[in-house]
């Protein structure tokens, strides 16, 4: 049986969001409630009307790094491009790599930056599993990886997008506005929604906030290859929870609040740390992947962007909002034009 088959849909073209909205807020919503199994079409800037005192939200802090690379080898001249993945304490990198012909360890790539007034060397060290490479970065300047990036790379925007091709305005807006721990290769998408005026007016409100850690890697632009879910390979990904966060949310929860969890990367951090039945602070890798059947015990709401055919994502959201209600609701997206994936519209699960 092929239960990956189950998971995929027909989206046309022109429904993949290409660019953001000018207001972040005015993305559309569309609401499903398990309780009484409907459907609603609203406004993100409508969320303070649906959520209501003492819930909490829950928001993953991470900030996107310029990680995509552009450059030439420096023996042929041939283009070349890679993706900076993370680095270890020793400052050598792990990167993708993509260009034409036979690399070789000991090759030198010449990084260009965007604006194209700065070039620097990269030296491939050794090759490594699944298309990836160390790598050791090198200029003038002396300086840490982060900033080494935000010198000479690119947004690393999914080829869905332009075909990854970044514009000026994407430094911004491919970001949340509450960004502040380095570290993602992609941004947590639902996150884009936010402005800080109504994050301020949520707390006003008596809806509170947390956040959690997890750095987006890879996997997120890797479709699942398998028949079966139980046989796919989940990507790992670095992941902090908190004492303080799993206070917070405790607190919330006796006092009759909803965990609204901001994307799948908070349900997956979240339920990380809840594996046990009980939250509990947690730091390291996490490879989970949510299939059925799965027991929810830290997330009681979910706001997230519609996610692609055949992904881990796609899996998580139907597992969580049932099966059938979600295949309604992206049924109704499409049919109503809804704006799909990282810089679409939005769902919110309660």
């Known amino acids: 049986m092929n239960e990956l088959a189950a998971y995929d849909f027909d989206l046309p073209r022109e429904l993949i969001a290409q660019k953001p909205l000018p207001i972040r807020t005015d993305s559309r919503l569309l609401v499903v409630r398990r309780a009484e199994q409907k459907i609603e079409h609203l406004y993100f800037r409508d969320l303070p009307e649906l959520l209501r005192k003492g819930d909490m939200l829950v928001l993953n802090d991470t900030q996107v790094v310029p990680a995509r690379l552009v450059g030439r080898r420096e023996r042929t001249g041939a283009r070349w491009t890679g993706l900076y993945l993370n680095h270890d304490e020793t400052g050598i990198w792990q990167i993708l790599s993509k260009t034409r012909g036979k690399l070789e360890a000991g090759e030198a790539i010449i990084l260009e930056s965007p604006d194209r007034k700065f070039n ?16 050791s970065p090198t ?17 690393p925007l999914p080829p869905y997008i332009r075909d990854g091709e970044m514009a000026p305005e994407d430094i911004e807006t491919y970001q949340t506005v509450y960004a502040r721990k380095p ?64 206070a917070a949310i405790q607190a919330a929860k006796i006092g009759g609040g909803r965990i609204v969890a901001v994307g799948t990367t908070v349900v997956r951090s979240l339920e990380s740390a809840s594996l046990s039945g009980e939250l509990r602070p947690f730091r390291g890798p996490t490879d989970l992947f949510i299939r059925p059947p799965f027991d929810f015990h830290a997330v009681d709401a979910l706001l997230t962007n519609f996610h692609l055919p055949k992904s881990t994502l796609l899996v998580l959201v139907r597992t969580f909002g049932g099966d059938a209600l979600i295949k309604q609701a992206y049924e109704e997206a499409i049919a109503e034009k809804y704006r799909f994936y990282s810089y679409g519209d939005a769902m919110l699960i309660v």
């Open 120 to 135: 620097a060397q990269l030296m491939l060290l050794a090759k490594l599993e699944n298309g990836m490479w160390a790598a």
């Open 139 to 155: 200029s003038d300047e002396e300086e840490g990886t982060f900033t080494f990036l935000k010198r000479m790379g690119h947004v």
């Open 183 to 246: 570290g993602a290769v992609a941004a947590p998408t639902a996150g884009l929604h936010f402005t800080k005026d109504l994050l301020r007016k949520l707390k006003e409100q008596g809806i509170d906030q947390a956040h959690v850690t997890l750095h987006v890697g890879m996997g997120t632009f890797r479709p699942m290859q398998t028949e079966k879910l139980d046989e796919h390979v989940m990507h790992s990904e670095q992941c902090l929870v908190t004492r303080e966060t799993c």
